[in-house]
């Protein structure tokens, strides 16, 4: 049973629109939580990374939320963009492992 | 700062032959490395990971076998391949110390087909 879900599977949206991706885990014990965006034929490139006592960490355009008592994390996307397109990976690490989700793989459209 | 190289990009090689793909590291010393691989449509799955010069640990029993001959460079190969080794296989970076605690950094993988 895979220790990291991710939804939706994929996602279209309209260009300029947000959007929000979801991630839950059953790791424990839990060290950190990581957000990937991997283009198509690339590796992934990481987005956000946040420790326990973290909630929420930005960077541009994407917004990573984290609820360490409902093992829950989201990937909030702001006005997106065609370039968004891609696959968006969560990882949840404890020391010494860390356990890939599915990926949610996005699509936005002009 | 950090580079990580993988060649080649892309790979068709018919089952039954032989694989190396190779991955290096520049601007960092004793990192720990992976190699990942990807099934079309399928998250990422741990192969091996090396904490060392020759010190392999592998995660799945596979076709694949992994060498880290040099501190920063890391080959995965197979004496005969199989169908199902196709995939895109990434290989990745971190600091030393525990597997899941430093942030890991990916190449640009190899697109691996079998024929």
């Known amino acids: 049973k895979n220790q990291v879900e991710q939804s939706p599977q994929s996602l279209i949206i309209l260009e300029g629109k947000n959007c929000t991706l979801q991630?839950?885990?059953?790791?424990?014990?839990?060290?950190?939580l990581r957000w990937y965006k991997q283009d198509t034929g690339r590796g992934p490139v990481s987005l956000t990374i946040?420790?326990?006592?973290?909630n929420t960490k930005s960077n541009g355009r994407y917004t990573a939320t984290l609820d360490a008592d409902t093992k829950q994390s989201s990937l909030h996307i702001t006005a997106s963009q065609l370039s968004d397109s891609a696959s968006y990976i969560c990882?949840?690490?404890?020391?010494?492992?860390?356990?890939f989700g599915a990926g949610t793989r996005l699509t936005v459209k002009p | 700062s950090q580079t990580i190289h993988q060649w080649p990009a892309t790979l068709v090689q018919p089952v039954g032959s032989p694989l190396s793909l190779e991955c290096t590291v520049e601007?960092?010393?004793?990192?720990?490395l992976y190699w990942y691989r990807q099934a079309a449509g399928r998250g990422l799955q741990l192969l091996f990971y090396s904490v060392g010069i020759g010190q392999i640990s592998s995660e799945v029993p596979q076709n694949l076998s992994a060498s880290r001959p040099q501190d920063r460079q890391f080959i995965l190969s197979s004496k005969k391949l199989l169908l199902s080794d196709s995939g895109f296989y990434l290989c990745?970076?971190?600091?030393?110390?525990?597997?899941?605690?430093?942030?890991?950094?990916f190449g640009p993988g190899t697109r691996l087909t079998v024929t």
């Open positions: 601007g960092t010393s004793n990192p720990n």
């Open positions: 946040m420790t326990f006592s973290e």
């Open positions: 990745a970076w971190s600091r030393g110390g525990t597997r899941g605690g430093y942030e890991q950094y």
């Open positions: 991630c839950n885990y059953t790791v424990s014990p839990f060290s950190n």
């Open positions: 990882v949840v690490s404890e020391n010494n492992d860390m356990r």
